[in-house]
């Protein structure tokens, strides 16, 4: 608008330089927008504090002995988690599943966006486990 009424006034100039202005900021605005695009497309390392939080929430569910491996990584707005267990190794691998669902579950209570988890379970060592 700027543009027009200086060109009226005798700038001629001037509608060609707001054009370029406006151009130049819708041009910024775009790139904004694929950058934020982008990152929501690619995975992501998660911070250790959901890390923390992960870890946490599987050592508080009873029957479980150790995590040996935890990793998470963000894919879009969702959170994934690779988790490994040890659990008693005289559980049956029945009520060990059933651990792994537990830990499945709480894990999704407690941190939004938990979507994909994928839990391993492992008998502890005999000498840990009787520890």
């Known amino acids: 608008m700027v543009g027009v009424i200086a060109s009226v006034i005798g700038f001629p100039?001037?509608?060609?330089?707001?054009?370029i202005g406006v151009s130049a900021l819708v041009?910024?605005?775009?790139?904004?927008?694929?950058?934020?695009?982008?990152?929501?497309?690619?995975?992501?390392?998660?911070?250790?504090?959901l890390l923390q939080t992960a870890w946490q929430v599987a050592m508080d569910t009873p029957m479980v002995h150790s995590i040996y491996f935890l990793r998470g990584r963000h894919v879009g707005e969702d959170?994934?988690?690779?988790?490994?267990?040890?659990?008693?190794?005289?559980?049956r691998v029945k009520d060990s599943s059933m651990v792994a669902e537990a830990v499945r579950r709480r894990i999704q209570?407690?941190?939004p966006h938990a979507r994909d988890i994928r839990l391993f379970v492992s008998p502890a060592p005999a000498a840990a486990a009787r520890a």
């Open 109 to 111: 209570e407690e941190i």
């Open 79 to 91: 959170v994934q988690f690779d988790i490994r267990l040890r659990v008693d190794p005289n559980l």
């Open 27 to 49: 041009g910024r605005i775009g790139l904004e927008l694929i950058g934020t695009s982008v990152r929501g497309l690619m995975d992501s390392s998660v911070d250790t504090e």
């Open 13 to 19: 100039i001037a509608d060609t330089i707001a054009a």
